[in-house]
């Protein structure tokens, strides 16, 4: 069973800045595509990012220029380094890993952007 587990969450002033981290137990190679996705109370989970293993990352259009999502295959690591932080970003992210028709889900961590 494929495990993702995030971290790097918490409470940020809103201009501030952090760095996600999604560690697989398996090679990150072995994925069609990882990526973010991120629910606030009372909403649906939306996309924030993903990069596939060929390709270019693609981004919402709420992030674009703040956000950046990145891998590291040595360390079968995923990052989404947020910058530019605004209330409206605060939601629980979730990473995501996609290997054909099977889609696996982290725990969620927790993002906090005070006005």
């Not at 971290?7 to 809103?14: C, Y």
């Not at 649906?44 to 060929?54: M, W």
């Not at 099977?102 to 927790?110: A, E, F, L, N, P």
């Amino acid at each position: 069973q494929v495990q993702l587990v995030e971290s790097g969450g918490g409470l940020v002033q809103a201009g501030g800045s952090l760095r996600l981290s999604c560690v697989a137990s398996e090679s990150i190679s072995s994925f069609n595509a990882m990526g973010w996705y991120r629910q606030a109370p009372g909403k649906q989970r939306e996309l924030v990012a993903t990069i596939p293993i060929v390709g270019t990352a693609n981004y919402a259009d709420s992030v674009k220029g703040r956000f950046t999502i990145s891998r590291s295959s040595a360390k079968n690591t995923v990052y989404l380094q947020m910058n530019s932080l605004k209330p409206e970003d605060t939601a629980v992210y979730y990473c995501n890993a996609r290997r054909e028709l099977i889609t696996y889900w982290g725990q969620g961590t927790q993002v906090t952007v005070s006005s």
